[in-house]
């Protein structure tokens, strides 16, 4: 199953600390992605002959004006990691928002209809879980041609699956509870009774799930970039960054150490805001 995989219950205070830092890192992320035009100073796709070294290697971090250095081919390394992280976190935080909705619309739709067609939805679910979620998205993206565009379809299309099984499981347990059979009894509609009853419960839980999602969608975004299935050049995100850039691992290690790290925020706040909120929203069904 593509996902993340649910931990124990942490205790309050480790919890509220975890979100808060969490938070406090998705709006670091947030803020450079948006800022990039004006905190890099240059233009990320620009390729300077006089930007390399001997022999077309990259310069030291600071030479020339640029402050992480330089590229293989000259173009300035803070400008791209800015860029890229805002390419990553447009591409992830898209897909699993489709997702999320498309989860949610298939979850609910099996957990209320007729036992046939809810059958046919989930088994159809399940099919989406067995494919081996890599793959599947970087056969989109290869099929509907390299761009971000192509990556949004294909994480979307490896994400709705583990939100759709999360969202009917959760809203065929929160249909037994006794408010809802109350409000059954009372002669409430079905559409009234998901609106009012189900659904308000169950986007918390939803959310958590969504928001660990978010972590694993930029894996799967770096991970396709960085085998040559991502944003083509000279565009930049932080897989292609680190792809591109791997054979100078030892000779310039901070082309393959800032991407890297700045991934790692990425994953660590995500996870941190959903292992947080999941609780959270257990504890309020």
Same mark, same amino acid.
């Given at each position: 199953?593509i996902?993340?995989?649910l931990?124990p219950?942490?205790s309050?205070e480790?919890r509220?600390?975890g979100?808060?830092?969490?938070?406090?890192?998705l709006g670091?992320?947030?803020?450079l992605?948006v800022?990039?035009?004006?905190?890099?100073?240059?233009? *990320?796709t620009?390729?300077?002959?006089e930007g390399l070294?001997p022999l077309?290697? *990259?310069?030291?971090?600071g030479a020339?004006?640029?402050?992480l250095g330089t590229?293989?081919?000259g173009?300035?390394?803070?400008?791209?990691?800015l860029f890229?992280?805002?390419?990553?976190l447009i591409?992830?935080?898209?897909?699993?928002?489709i997702?999320?909705?498309?989860?949610?619309l298939?979850?609910l739709?099996a957990?209320n209809s007729?036992?046939?067609f809810?059958?046919?939805?989930?088994?159809?679910t399940?099919?989406g879980?067995?494919?081996?979620?890599?793959?599947?998205?970087a056969?989109i993206?290869?099929?509907?041609?390299?761009?971000?565009?192509s990556?949004i379809?294909?994480?979307?299309?490896?994400f709705?699956a583990?939100i759709?099984r999360?969202?009917?499981g959760?809203?065929v347990i929160?249909r037994e509870?006794e408010?809802?059979e109350?409000?059954?009894?009372?002669?409430?509609?079905s559409?009234?009774?998901?609106?009012?009853?189900?659904?308000?419960h169950?986007l918390p839980?939803?959310?958590a799930?969504a928001?660990?999602?978010?972590?694993w969608?930029v894996?799967?975004?770096?991970a396709?970039g960085?085998?040559g299935?991502?944003?083509?050049?000279?565009?930049?995100?932080?897989g292609?960054?680190?792809?591109?850039?791997?054979v100078?691992?030892?000779?310039h *290690?901070?082309?393959?150490?800032?991407?890297?790290?700045y991934?790692?925020?990425?994953v660590?706040?995500?996870?941190?805001v959903g292992e947080?909120?999941?609780?959270r929203?257990?504890?309020?069904?």
């Open positions: 199953m996902g993340p995989t931990a219950v942490r309050g480790p509220r600390f979100l808060l830092f969490g938070i406090g890192l670091l992320i947030v803020f992605s800022a990039a035009p004006w905190l890099s100073g240059a233009d *990320p620009f390729e300077s002959i070294g077309g290697e *990259p310069l030291d971090a020339l004006g640029h402050a590229d293989p081919k173009r300035d390394l803070l400008s791209r990691l890229g992280g805002r390419t990553t591409t992830a935080v898209t897909a699993v928002g997702a999320t909705v498309a989860g949610l298939v979850g739709l957990a007729r036992r046939l809810g059958e046919v939805l989930m088994r159809f399940d099919l879980l067995a494919i081996p979620g890599l793959l599947l998205a056969a993206a290869t099929i509907l041609g390299r761009g971000v565009p990556l379809i294909g994480l979307a299309a490896v709705w583990p759709a999360v969202t009917y959760q809203a929160l509870r408010y809802v109350a409000a059954r009894v009372q002669g409430a509609r559409a009234t009774i998901l609106r009012r009853h189900v659904f308000p169950l839980i939803v959310g799930y928001a660990l999602s978010i972590g969608a894996l799967f975004e770096s396709l960085f085998l299935a991502g944003v083509p050049e000279p565009e930049s995100s932080l292609s960054m680190l792809g591109c850039c791997l100078y691992y030892r000779a *290690p901070g082309l393959i150490l800032f991407p890297a790290l991934l790692g925020l990425f660590a706040a995500a996870n941190l947080s909120l999941r609780p929203a257990e504890g309020g069904r």
